[in-house]
């Protein structure tokens, strides 16, 4: 990691610190990348900040992953992906998340492109998204049973697979 850019992730922390001294958990930097761990409940407005002030201004959400550690506590974490154009800087944002109450506020009024993301995530861990404007499933069909990206998703599948006869006549050797 540059100097630079280690100076910037601190900046970014404090310019949140600054705004709510509550906003940031940790600052982690590891292999030249930093995340600012920030509390659920500020989420969406410290991202809000991330965007409008003008120092920072990380204007796009590139991705947005999840991750299960099953059966840690906190469960779930939320991995958002920031990038300032103008900068040439990123920085990740991210949220941890209780296995029993896995929800946050969405970044949908933040970034518009956080829409597809958060999808994506809900379909895949089924974590949900409050205000999120079309929470649904994007890549699943709407009767899928579950999230396979869980760590206590069953590895094989659920079993009605196994007795669909399209599915044996195309798990056949050829």
């Not at 920030?38 to 409008?52: G, S, T």
Request: some cysteine.
């Amino acid at each position: 990691m540059t100097e630079s850019s280690s100076l910037s992730a601190h900046v970014v922390a404090e310019h949140l610190r600054s705004w709510n001294p509550k906003a940031v958990a940790e600052v982690i930097e590891f292999h030249g990348e930093t995340t600012i761990v920030v509390p659920r409940e500020f989420i969406r407005d410290a991202a809000a900040r991330c965007r409008e002030d003008e120092a920072l201004n990380y204007n796009l959400i590139t991705d947005l992953s999840a991750v299960d550690r099953y059966p840690v506590e906190p469960r779930f974490e939320l991995n958002y992906h920031l990038v300032s154009i103008s900068r040439k800087e990123k920085i990740r944002l991210r949220v941890k998340l209780a296995g029993s109450d896995p929800v946050v506020d969405t970044l949908c009024s933040v970034w518009a492109g956080a829409n597809w993301l958060e999808r994506e995530v809900f379909d895949l861990f089924g974590i949900q998204f409050t205000g999120h404007p079309d929470l649904r499933r994007i890549l699943l069909p709407d009767d899928w049973q579950g999230h396979p990206l869980r760590r206590d998703y069953p590895v094989q599948g659920f079993d009605d697979l196994h007795s669909n006869d399209m599915f044996r006549k195309s798990s056949k050797p050829r």
